[in-house]
């Protein structure tokens, strides 16, 4: 495990780069993954920290307060599903996982525990800091919604959105959805059964604008509707999602 905090020089004085203040930890067993994905990244600014197992990954993220974190799924010790699930509880935070199987089913797993987006090996690295960067710029943003809620409540039907608290609820059952899950919500919900292609939400929620991550909107719509009831998402086949109440109108904000 190291740490590095890196930083710019140029005519003897030190340059801090955009991500200089942002501390990701990155864990995966493979050597040379885990030294090309750390030296990428700080190479974009940032401080790295590295862990090659599951219980050196927890250790980690407690002590350093990572402010990202790019976990790969298959590690020793235990894996990075179980990784996600104790950082989690310990303290939210971004999570970009990586994976070695275009597998659904284990997309969703990692979505469930706490991931907000997920990568298939190989991958380019120009790909993973864009995303990192995405990762971090939603946390900004979602801090200063924060700060400054919005304020009322949607109700579709028996779906009641709170902003302010962000807070959802169907019927009298509070549901937990992760930070990105929200976000997701909130903008299908802005637009109440118009129908927003994949292009549209992964622009509007992830900030990315590259065809190449309509998956991640499909997985995490899946993810969704397991915790909302699938028969409020519809979908428009070759298009995208709308947003829809099963009994009754939106009420306005």
Do not use: N
């Not at 298959?74 to 990075?80: H, I, K, Q, V, Y």
């Not at 028996?158 to 902003?163: K, S």
């Not at 109440?192 to 900030?207: C, M, N």
Request: negative net charge; hydrophobic residues 45%.
């Amino acid at each position: 495990m190291e740490h590095r905090d890196t930083a710019h020089t140029q005519g003897g004085e030190t340059a801090v780069t955009p991500g200089a203040q942002r501390r990701v930890l990155v864990v995966e067993d493979d050597p040379t993954i885990v030294e090309a994905i750390a030296a990428r990244l700080r190479a974009e600014g940032f401080s790295v920290q590295t862990a090659g197992d599951g219980p050196a990954a927890v250790a980690a993220a407690e002590s350093w307060q990572p402010d990202l974190l790019v976990l790969d799924v298959m590690l020793p010790g235990f894996d990075g599903l179980e990784v996600c699930r104790r950082v989690q509880a310990q303290r939210p935070l971004p999570v970009l996982m990586l994976t070695a199987r275009d597998d659904e089913t284990d997309m969703l797993v990692g979505l469930g525990v706490g991931a907000d987006d997920y990568m298939t090996k190989p991958f380019s690295m120009r790909e993973l800091v864009a995303r990192v960067h995405v990762l971090l710029r939603r946390m900004e943003r979602a801090a200063v919604a924060v700060a400054s809620p919005r304020t009322g409540t949607l109700r579709l039907g028996e779906l009641e959105i709170d902003h302010a608290q962000r807070r959802v609820r169907v019927g009298s059952r509070d549901v937990h959805l992760t930070p990105t899950e929200f976000d997701l919500l909130v903008c299908l919900a802005g637009s109440p059964r118009a129908v927003l292609s994949r292009e549209q939400l992964l622009a509007e929620v992830w900030d990315w604008a590259d065809a190449s991550g309509t998956r991640t909107v499909d997985s995490h719509i899946k993810a969704l509707r397991r915790k909302i009831g699938a028969e409020r998402i519809r979908t428009v086949h070759g298009v995208g999602y709308a947003l829809e109440s099963p009994s009754q109108a939106a009420d306005g904000l």
